[in-house]
């Protein structure tokens, strides 16, 4: 019982934090997965932090700046961090290799579970699109293909 206890406590306090480029998060399924579980949907939501990107420099700007900041961040999940990829020239690589920077500065402070998803590099079947930085920052790389 007193493991129990010292578990819940502390999944509550640690946090959680969306980077959404893909504009597709809903919280109301956190709600009912929570309720489903028999846990209390605010409290739950309380310690989830979402921020919405429309342009890659907003990209950029949270995860080389913003995620920083937080304390007792658990998972970091940056959903698309391509999508919004202008265009192939040599500053926008500048501009993901901050953000990856940015990621490692939080990965020494917090030690967080890491999930960044990419669309595939459109010259490619199985590269990301962010080209190497992005292929090799990561430790598993996942293939999700959707066969609509």
């Known amino acids: 019982m007193v493991l ?3 578990v819940k406590s502390n999944f509550f306090t640690k946090k959680v934090f969306y980077i959404d480029a893909n504009n597709r998060f809903n919280p109301y399924k956190i709600n009912k997965l929570a309720a489903s579980k028999k846990m209390t949907p ?7 932090f979402i921020s919405r990107a429309f342009t890659f420099e907003q990209i950029i700007e949270v995860l080389e700046n913003k995620i920083y900041e937080l304390e007792n961040v658990r998972v970091l ?9 202008p265009n192939d020239e ?4 500048e ?7 940015g990621i490692k500065k ?13 669309p595939l590099n459109k010259h490619s079947n199985f590269k990301p699109q962010g ?9 598993v790389l996942i293939m999700i293909k959707d066969n609509d």
């Not at 501009?95 to 920077?101: E, P, Y």
């Not at 080209?131 to 430790?139: D, E, M, P, Q, R």
Request: proline share 2%.
């Open 90 to 93: 040599l500053s926008t690589f």
């Open 4 to 6: 129990e206890k010292k």
């Open 131 to 139: 080209g190497k930085y992005l292929a090799h920052f990561g430790s």
């Open 106 to 118: 939080t990965l020494l402070k917090n030690n967080p579970l890491i999930i960044i998803t990419a």
């Open 95 to 101: 501009g993901l290799l901050q953000a990856i920077s």
């Open 42 to 48: 605010g409290i739950i939501l309380k310690n989830i």
């Open 77 to 85: 999940i940056v959903s698309g961090i391509t999508n919004l990829w």
